[in-house]
C-alpha cells in the first residue's frame, strides 16, 4: 500500500457513517482484578470491546463511557488515548494489526511511540 492509498483510505473513514467518538473516555474493567484501563478517542473509528487487563493478563471489558475524564485513582489507568497511525507508523505495524487498521481500527498511541 502506498501513501497516497492510505491517505485516500483515512479520509474514507473520516467521510463514512460509522459512530464517532471523538472525544470520548472509555473505561475498561476487568473481569477478575477490576483494575480499570481509561482510554479516550483522539480520532474517529472503531475500538476493541474486549481488551487484555494490563495487570492479570485476563479479559477486560468496555462499560464506562463519558465525556468527562475520570478521577484519578490506583486502580484506574492514566488515559490513553486511540489514534489512527500516520502511514509511516502503519507501515511498521504487525500485519494483523494493519487489517486492524485498514478496518477502520485505532491504536493506542503510546504502543506507536515503542515502534
Ligand atoms: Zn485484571
Redesign the pocket.
Given at each position: 500500500m502506498t501513501k497516497e492509498e492510505y491517505k485516500k483510505k483515512c479520509l474514507e473513514f473520516e467521510e463514512a457513517k460509522m459512530y464517532d467518538g471523538r472525544g470520548e473516555y472509555n473505561g475498561y474493567i476487568?473481569q477478575?482484578?477490576?483494575?480499570t484501563v481509561a482510554t479516550l478517542y483522539k480520532d474517529k473509528g472503531v475500538t476493541p470491546f474486549i481488551i487484555k487487563?494490563p495487570?492479570?493478563?485476563?479479559e477486560?471489558i468496555h462499560r464506562i463511557t463519558s465525556r468527562t475524564a475520570p478521577p484519578e485513582h490506583p486502580k484506574t489507568s492514566k488515559v490513553k488515548n486511540w489514534v489512527r497511525p500516520t502511514f509511516e507508523q502503519f507501515v511498521k505495524l504487525s500485519p494483523a494489526t494493519q487489517e486492524h487498521v485498514l478496518n477502520g481500527g485505532l491504536v493506542w498511541e503510546e504502543e506507536l511511540c515503542q515502534i
Open positions: 476487568c477478575k482484578c477490576g483494575y487487563c495487570k492479570c493478563g485476563e477486560s
